[in-house]
């Protein structure tokens, strides 16, 4: 017999309370029924989990019981195809089993050049400015930063085309249950954006290898499985490039500039980590080398990741009958993790709706601080993120100092990201005058 976790008695108003508000309502079901809790979303039996013995559960020790969302697959499907972000089982491991040595932290260390580049050439314009819309500047350079690393166009974000298209892509596979507040899209829209990022990937493809190495798409054309000694076919190289144009850029954008915003509302937490990274750095700009000797800004990042995940909501679905922690689950229902909330809770984070990033001078638990996720879909871009958080926020310290303009308090809206609703203006000052910077590369 069907059996269920605590949760609210079955309502029309359940979902549209969820639409409105996610956070809080998600928030508010962890207050009221406890860290595994059960409501019918529309028609939709969901499970919301916030307990870290059972995520441990579903995303680890039963991870193969599980699958993306039927949504999240359907609707990613014509851009992402069966790439890892909705791949499972036998396919995902395969995939990954290829790609994992091509991001790990020593395989990406070459390519903190192309991240410090892509860091000056915005910065720029800024010489000129006393305000910036953080959230524009940091989605530009989070695209050109993955499109020199992946496909060796450096200024991806100013190409009309590859923008459009890759904002098409973004909006085409976000999360159906938001989609709504998306703006509705043509057929041709769709057909042009997958035309265009078909071309461009098919153009390094079809271009010779006089620099092994120039580009990630080049190096997963060759990359062999470790266990069969195959490799992915052309289709599948397409398939994971868009995955990684798709997975690696909003997020990291999303987390700087919530970490930008975070250091402009607490100047003294600024001014300890600019005086850091004055100290390891001085003028000279940042190597992958630097990276472990700033501990200061890495916890401003991982505390800035804890209050504002990006990705604030992960979703499964059973592919088969399953019991979670004691509790029946059918195939056709949607378990909610929500990092965001995970991340509120008081006993495992004192205060937690304050900015404590010295709290990470202690390591959090394994499953308690999860904004990567954890398991066999781990965020494998990992340490590709966090060398190009800790290169661009050291590189903005060295030069600049940030703060809020009058009046401003962000909120974060809950999409497919979580961003700031409504952009992000900031105050910026250049400091210091001895330091070269700004020469544009392109
Ligand atoms: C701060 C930045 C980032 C955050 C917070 C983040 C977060 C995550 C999370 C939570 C997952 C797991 C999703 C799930 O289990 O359902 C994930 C998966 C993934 N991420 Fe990231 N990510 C970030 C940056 C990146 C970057 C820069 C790349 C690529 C260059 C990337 C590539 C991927 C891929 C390919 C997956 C799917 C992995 C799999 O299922 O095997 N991510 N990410």
């Given at each position: 017999m069907m059996h269920y976790p605590p949760g609210p008695t079955p309502s029309r108003q359940e979902l549209l309370k969820f639409a409105q508000n996610p956070l809080t309502y998600l928030t508010t079901l962890a207050h009221q029924y406890g860290e595994f809790s059960y409501v019918k979303l529309g028609n939709r039996d969901t499970y919301v989990v916030t307990a870290p013995d059972i995520l441990r559960e579903i995303?680890?020790?039963?991870?193969?019981?599980?699958?993306?969302?039927?949504?999240?697959?359907?609707?990613?499907?014509?851009?992402?195809?069966?790439?890892?972000?909705?791949?499972?089982?036998?396919?995902?491991?395969?995939?990954?089993?290829?790609?994992?040595?091509?991001?790990?932290?020593?395989?990406l260390e070459p390519h903190a050049g192309s991240m410090l580049q892509a860091v000056q050439a915005m910065t720029v314009h800024w010489e000129?400015?006393?305000?910036?819309?953080?959230?524009?500047?940091?989605?530009?350079?989070?695209?050109?930063?993955?499109?020199?690393?992946?496909?060796?166009?450096?200024?991806?974000?100013?190409?009309?085309?590859?923008?459009?298209?890759?904002?098409?892509?973004?909006?085409?596979?976000?999360?159906?249950?938001?989609?709504?507040?998306?703006?509705?899209?043509?057929?041709?829209?769709?057909?042009?954006?997958?035309?265009?990022?078909?071309?461009?990937?098919?153009?390094?493809?079809?271009?010779?290898?006089?620099?092994?190495?120039?580009?990630?798409?080049?190096?997963?054309?060759?990359?062999?499985?470790?266990?069969?000694?195959?490799?992915?076919?052309?289709?599948?190289?397409?398939?994971?490039?868009?995955?990684?144009?798709?997975?690696?850029?909003?997020?990291?954008?999303?987390?700087?500039?919530?970490?930008?915003?975070?250091?402009?509302?607490?100047?003294?937490?600024?001014?300890?980590?600019?005086?850091?990274v004055g100290q390891v750095l001085g003028n000279r700009p940042i190597t992958s080398a630097d990276v472990p000797t700033l501990t200061g800004l890495g916890q401003v990042i991982q505390e800035t990741l804890r209050l504002y995940p990006p990705a604030w909501l992960l979703g499964r679905t059973p592919v088969e009958p399953v019991t979670?922690?004691?509790?029946?689950?059918?195939?056709?229902?949607?378990?909610?993790?929500?990092?965001?909330?995970?991340?509120?809770?008081?006993?495992?984070?004192?205060?937690?709706?304050?900015?404590?990033?010295?709290?990470?001078a202690q390591e959090p638990g394994r499953f308690a601080y999860v904004p990567f996720g954890v398991g066999p879909h781990v965020c494998l871009g990992q340490p590709f993120a966090q060398l190009e958080m800790v290169i661009t926020l050291a590189t903005l310290l060295q030069h600049f100092r940030f703060s809020l303009p009058e009046g401003v308090e962000a909120v974060p809206e809950a999409l497919m990201t979580l961003r700031p609703q409504g952009g992000m203006r900031l105050h910026v000052e250049r400091i210091g005058t001895s330091v070269e910077l700004g020469r544009s590369h392109e």
């Amino acid at each position: 017999m069907m059996h269920y976790p605590p949760g609210p008695t079955p309502s029309r108003q359940e979902l549209l309370k969820f639409a409105q508000n996610p956070l809080t309502y998600l928030t508010t079901l962890a207050h009221q029924y406890g860290e595994f809790s059960y409501v019918k979303l529309g028609n939709r039996d969901t499970y919301v989990v916030t307990a870290p013995d059972i995520l441990r559960e579903i995303l680890v020790e039963k991870a193969d019981k599980f699958q993306k969302p039927g949504h999240t697959r359907d609707s990613a499907s014509r851009f992402l195809g069966e790439g890892l972000l909705v791949s499972s089982g036998a396919v995902h491991q395969r995939h990954r089993r290829i790609m994992q040595p091509l991001f790990t932290r020593s395989a990406l260390e070459p390519h903190a050049g192309s991240m410090l580049q892509a860091v000056q050439a915005m910065t720029v314009h800024w010489e000129r400015c006393t305000e910036i819309d953080a959230a524009g500047e940091m989605m530009n350079l989070a695209l050109n930063i993955v499109g020199s690393i992946m496909f060796g166009v450096s200024t991806l974000a100013h190409d009309q085309s590859l923008r459009t298209a890759t904002s098409v892509m973004q909006q085409y596979s976000g999360n159906t249950l938001v989609r709504s507040k998306l703006t509705a899209l043509t057929e041709a829209d769709i057909q042009s954006a997958v035309d265009t990022l078909d071309g461009l990937v098919r153009g390094i493809l079809e271009r010779p290898h006089d620099t092994p190495g120039l580009n990630l798409v080049t190096l997963l054309q060759t990359a062999v499985d470790p266990v069969t000694g195959d490799r992915l076919s052309v289709g599948e190289v397409r398939d994971e490039a868009l995955n990684i144009l798709m997975a690696g850029h909003e997020t990291t954008a999303i987390a700087l500039t919530w970490a930008l915003y975070l250091l402009a509302k607490h100047p003294d937490v600024q001014e300890q980590v600019t005086a850091e990274v004055g100290q390891v750095l001085g003028n000279r700009p940042i190597t992958s080398a630097d990276v472990p000797t700033l501990t200061g800004l890495g916890q401003v990042i991982q505390e800035t990741l804890r209050l504002y995940p990006p990705a604030w909501l992960l979703g499964r679905t059973p592919v088969e009958p399953v019991t979670i922690a004691g509790y029946p689950i059918l195939p056709e229902a949607n378990l909610v993790i929500s990092p965001y909330v995970i991340h509120r809770n008081a006993e495992r984070f004192p205060d937690p709706e304050q900015f404590l990033p010295a709290r990470f001078a202690q390591e959090p638990g394994r499953f308690a601080y999860v904004p990567f996720g954890v398991g066999p879909h781990v965020c494998l871009g990992q340490p590709f993120a966090q060398l190009e958080m800790v290169i661009t926020l050291a590189t903005l310290l060295q030069h600049f100092r940030f703060s809020l303009p009058e009046g401003v308090e962000a909120v974060p809206e809950a999409l497919m990201t979580l961003r700031p609703q409504g952009g992000m203006r900031l105050h910026v000052e250049r400091i210091g005058t001895s330091v070269e910077l700004g020469r544009s590369h392109e």
